[in-house]
């Protein structure tokens, strides 16, 4: 038998059975599978998951690497505690489009930053808006960064955004930033911009839970197992224009006036043992924001929804407790 918290979150004993008894048999009663059109026309998968009695609408936007369906076990609480959900693959990831020129489903691929951004903005105007207001967000890593930059251009939109490690700057595989955005330039300006980065190899199975950005085991072998048997989940490495890009989004982000602009609560949480990300351009982005507040949590990875019970349960709850701010 399986166990579940007050807060609808697993047991990491009993995972596995969990998430394929309780979890994914409840979302599949409530998904509603959209196709919208992103930038381009691009076609990308669309969750919405409808809520009883919802007091408003949370998005769910997913990092880089990653897609909807590994944060099952997060839309299942956001269900369960009053919240609508809308969720997507974002381009390059899980069912979503993917440039036809690159075969290898495990790189991936943008053009442009900016090209996430439009694809929310279109899923917003397509779906969100008809969902129950007031809306929030809760975005991972990357999908921190598309958040952000949403809501500065659109600050009448969400009325929270909740950020799990936000990628506000990348770190640089032991380099320094610049070297890394002028060699990733010039290898697009070569004509490399959809090969694969030299330092990342293609997916070849199972992966590490010891150098994972997990604290969780079975949290982790859930997801490997998914990405193992799905070659749609399988990403695991950038191109030479992606590195490009998430370089570049630190100075948009950070430029005069930017962080300003949004005028809805923003809360980062922070990983205190993060090495995908800087914790330092996080908390520069808070100490201008309106109404931004930054938290550090011990004990975790990058992914610190993905932790151990004991760290996740604390975490989780007070996340549910921010967001709640936006329903009222």
Not at 113 to 119: H, I, N, R
Request: charged letters at 25%; glycine letters at 6%.
């Amino acid at each position: 038998m399986y166990s579940i918290n007050p807060d609808f979150l697993l047991s990491e004993h009993d995972f596995a059975l969990g998430m394929d008894e309780a979890v994914l048999p409840y979302l599949a009663k409530r998904a509603s599978r959209l196709t919208v059109k992103g930038k381009g026309g691009a076609p990308l998968r669309v969750y919405r998951y409808d809520a009883d009695a919802p007091k408003g609408t949370c998005v769910v936007l997913h990092g880089f690497t990653e897609a909807a369906k590994k944060f099952s076990e997060i839309i299942y609480s956001l269900l369960n505690n009053g919240f609508s959900v809308l969720a997507f693959d974002q381009r390059g990831h899980g069912e979503s489009w993917r440039d036809p020129a690159i075969s290898d489903k495990s790189l991936t691929h943008i053009d442009r930053f900016g090209d996430y951004v439009a694809d929310l903005e279109n899923i917003v105007d397509e779906c969100l808006r008809s969902m129950p207001a007031p809306y929030s967000v809760f975005a991972h890593s990357m999908g921190g960064a598309v958040a952000l930059l949403y809501a500065q251009a659109h600050p009448d939109v969400f009325s929270a955004l909740a950020l799990c490690a936000p990628m506000i700057a990348p770190r640089s595989a032991g380099m320094p930033a610049w070297v890394v955005k002028n060699m990733s330039a010039a290898a697009c300006l070569l004509g490399k911009g959809k090969k694969r980065i030299f330092v990342s190899k293609p997916y070849h199975g199972h992966e590490n839970y010891e150098t994972s950005c997990c604290t969780c085991e079975p949290r982790f072998s859930w997801w490997d197992e998914h990405k193992f048997t799905n070659p749609l989940y399988s990403n695991n490495g950038p191109t030479y224009a992606w590195v490009r890009e998430a370089m570049g989004v630190t100075k948009k982000l950070l430029k005069k006036g930017a962080p300003e602009k949004i005028t809805c609560p923003v809360t980062i949480w922070q990983a205190d043992n993060d090495w995908e990300v800087k914790p330092e351009p996080q908390e520069r982005f808070i100490a201008r924001s309106q109404l931004g507040k930054l938290f550090k949590v011990k004990c975790t990875r990058h992914e610190i929804y993905r932790s151990s019970d004991e760290t996740l349960y604390k975490w989780w709850h007070d996340v549910l407790c921010f967001l709640r701010t936006a329903q009222k």
